[in-house]
């Protein structure tokens, strides 16, 4: 069993940076490779990126050379640094811990945190 509890969203201008952290319970989270994905109102919730428990790290094309995801297994913790965040980068942005298959699918994660929610204005 994973908890997961996200934190650091909020409302910033375009341009903008913001760091998202996520705290996980349970003993066992370095083995666990972890995600970060973002769901916007009306939208399919998406990937944005991943991290294996090796830190091998993977991202979606929109966020890719914007984004950074990184992991501190002693901390039990998974961030996501986003720089130069843009007006459609606006969503809920859910961690979650990785269970088997692609690390791109929603469906291969078994646990989710509750979501925090960043807005970017123009």
């Known amino acids: 069993q994973v908890q997961l509890v996200e934190s650091g969203g909020g409302l910033v201008q375009a341009g903008d940076s913001l760091r998202l952290s996520c705290v996980a319970s349970?003993?066992?989270?370095?083995?666990?490779?972890m995600g970060w994905f973002r769901q916007a109102p009306g939208k399919e919730r998406e990937f944005v990126a991943g991290?294996?428990?090796?830190?091998?790290?993977y991202y979606a094309d929109s966020v890719k050379d914007r984004f950074t995801i990184s992991r501190d297994n002693a901390k039990n913790t998974v961030d996501l640094q986003m720089n130069s965040l843009k007006p459609e980068d606006t969503a809920v942005y859910y961690c979650?811990?990785?269970?088997?298959?692609?690390?791109?699918?929603?469906?291969?994660?078994?646990?989710w945190g509750q979501g925090t929610q960043v807005t970017v204005s123009s």
């Open positions: 991290i294996s428990w090796r830190s091998s790290s």
């Open positions: 979650a811990a990785h269970r088997g298959g692609s690390i791109y699918y929603v469906s291969s994660y078994g646990y």
């Open positions: 349970g003993r066992t989270f370095n083995t666990y490779s």
